[in-house]
């Protein structure tokens, strides 16, 4: 290496470096219901993305919001896609995973979840955990991701507090760690007490969609009993020395190896604590982090680029038919035009036309760093899952596919269609819309759709026929449970023939078995006890699936 060039590196090396320092990445997990849109709407007003913030209404009644683009999400006013949000706060660049609000899409999330570094649990003050919530959290344990808890609309009657940390300590396992504490609740709802500086911030309601105004004082200001009515703030401070005679400290290692959550107290709907969450959360939060591969733990500020697919999307834009591959970019600097190497397939693959997205709005991306988020045009050559890397090989671990529990024939009345309807199944499949299963008897070429919940199918079916213009039928097969064999059909057939289940092919040519019930699978671990089933499917690599 010359000194010119060696030089040149060191330069790259610090570009990297600081871009790295200056980044957080994180996603939203939720129940529905409990205020997601909502608080990421906050966040970009907050951060200048937006002027003005519209929650979503009732049917019927909704307005467009920036994190839900497709026309279902707008007529049912639910987040059922995950899109990409990336701004600026201060001197701090933001990537906001938006994730699908709707439970029938947690696979969706669970994708997610692979590219984020932190994650925001949002609960409702007066519910609680909830079932969707208890799920993700899971999936972020599973991954060792730190977790945020903002504890939603104190601007309504909820539950205690303390009784919302307690239970998020005995149910989860996870430490609590209020870093503000709210002052009265419902119509009582006055402000925060930060507990680090002991600082209260107090809120009036701002004009609806705009930032609400703040007011800080000291704890100790005689001007606060003026402000706060004495009851409220006498029962804020003594459950505040409850929590610090409980002994617990605020340790970011903890934080960080996601054993302590830090807890905050607001409103998103009307602006009470978003942005003293949102600074806390960008002064706490881990920067993008190292990534597990085939070579083991690949350091962000590993000379070359990297990055993998965590997610595909047909359509986005219907006047172009277009297809994005979403990559988190784990290392290195990407740049416009560069030419990078597709693990799978070990193709060259020049990148030219890289996309910043925003919503449903996309610009053209120069660069991008370490916790960012790209979009690729993808003609049909990427997976979810792919790895893409400049210099000596890396891949990343694969995402898997969880257990489906609903599962339908897909069936085309119009033959003249076929061409449009394999192309739709061919494309939903490859973004994760729903998991593509095949009847074991080739004869049978209508595919089966496989999915969480119900609401998947349906928007498979308002896909096919809203962006390819091919009206559907569902049958359903009657089977709740799917589970992987882990030796393959090798191991299948050793076994010879198998009762109360059916046999299908996943997308991959790897043996499914799909049961009525829980209590047919136990049956046939009883009669086979040495027949290793999986709920989640092996990684594939090198691979190529099965198009319909």
Not at 105 to 133: C, H, I
Not at 176 to 204: H, K, M, Q, Y
Not at 448 to 459: N, S
């Amino acid at each position: 290496m010359t000194g010119s060039t060696a030089a040149q590196q060191r330069d790259l090396s610090e570009v990297v470096a600081a871009a790295v320092d200056r980044r957080r990445n994180f996603a939203i997990i939720s129940h529905p219901d409990a205020g997601k849109t909502t608080l990421t709407e906050k966040l970009l007003l907050y951060g200048g993305a937006i002027q003005q913030a519209g929650a979503v209404k009732a049917r019927g009644e909704q307005r467009k919001v920036t994190s839900d683009w497709m026309e279902l999400e707008k007529q049912r006013g639910i987040s059922i896609t995950s899109t990409v949000l990336q701004f600026d706060y201060d001197t701090t660049t933001i990537n906001l995973l938006d994730t699908p609000g709707h439970q029938d899409f947690s696979e969706d999330t669970y994708r997610t979840l692979a590219a984020a570094d932190n994650a925001v649990m949002l609960e409702d003050a007066a519910k609680g955990l909830e079932p969707q919530t208890r799920k993700l959290f899971e999936v972020c344990r599973m991954r060792k991701i730190p977790i945020f808890t903002f504890i939603n609309k104190m601007d309504r009657p909820g539950r205690e507090p303390l009784s919302l940390l307690d239970e998020i300590e005995s149910e989860l396992g996870l430490t609590p760690w209020a870093v503000n504490w709210p002052i009265g609740s419902g119509e009582e709802f006055r402000g925060v007490i930060d507990r680090r500086t002991r600082e209260v911030v107090l809120f009036s309601r701002a004009e609806r969609g705009k930032q609400a105004s703040e007011q800080r004082l000291s704890l100790d200001d005689p001007a606060l009993r003026d402000s706060v009515e004495e009851d409220l703030l006498d029962l804020a401070i003594e459950e505040l020395e409850l929590l610090e005679g409980a002994g617990a400290e605020l340790d970011l290692e903890m934080v960080h190896a996601g054993e302590l959550t830090p807890v905050f107290f607001g409103s998103a709907m009307t602006n009470f604590g978003v942005r003293p969450f949102l600074d806390a959360f960008l002064e706490l939060a881990q920067r993008p982090i190292a990534r597990s591969s085939s070579d083991g733990l690949v350091d962000p500020l590993r000379e070359g680029f990297s990055g993998f697919v965590f997610k595909l999307q047909a359509n986005m834009d219907p006047r172009h038919r277009d297809r994005v591959a979403f990559v988190r970019v784990c290392s290195g600097r990407f740049e416009k035009d560069m030419t990078v190497k597709h693990a799978r397939t070990g193709k060259a693959i020049r990148l030219s036309r890289p996309q910043k997205l925003f919503g449903q709005e996309r610009a053209v991306v120069e660069d991008a760093f370490p916790g960012d988020v790209i979009g690729l045009n993808n003609p049909g050559m990427f997976a979810i899952g792919d790895t893409l890397y400049v210099g000596p090989k890396v891949e990343y671990e694969g995402i898997p596919c969880f257990s489906p529990e609903i599962f339908s024939w897909l069936r085309n009345p119009n033959p003249s269609a076929f061409k449009n309807f394999r192309k739709g199944v061919n494309e939903l499949r490859e973004e994760g819309a729903v998991q593509i299963l095949y009847d074991t008897d080739e004869s049978k070429r209508d595919p089966i759709l496989a999915a969480v919940g119900q609401l998947q199918l349906e928007v498979v079916q308002h896909r096919l026929e809203n962006e390819y213009g091919v009206e559907t039928r569902l049958e359903p097969l009657g089977f709740q449970v799917a589970r992987w064999v882990a030796g393959g059909w090798i191991q299948l057939e050793q076994l010879g023939r198998i009762f109360n289940c059916k046999t299908v092919r996943d997308a991959w040519n790897r043996p499914v078995l799909l049961f009525k019930n829980e209590w047919n699978l136990n049956q046939l671990h009883e009669d086979h006890p040495e027949l290793e089933l999986s709920t989640v499917a092996p990684v594939v690599s090198g691979v190529e699936p099965i198009s319909l």
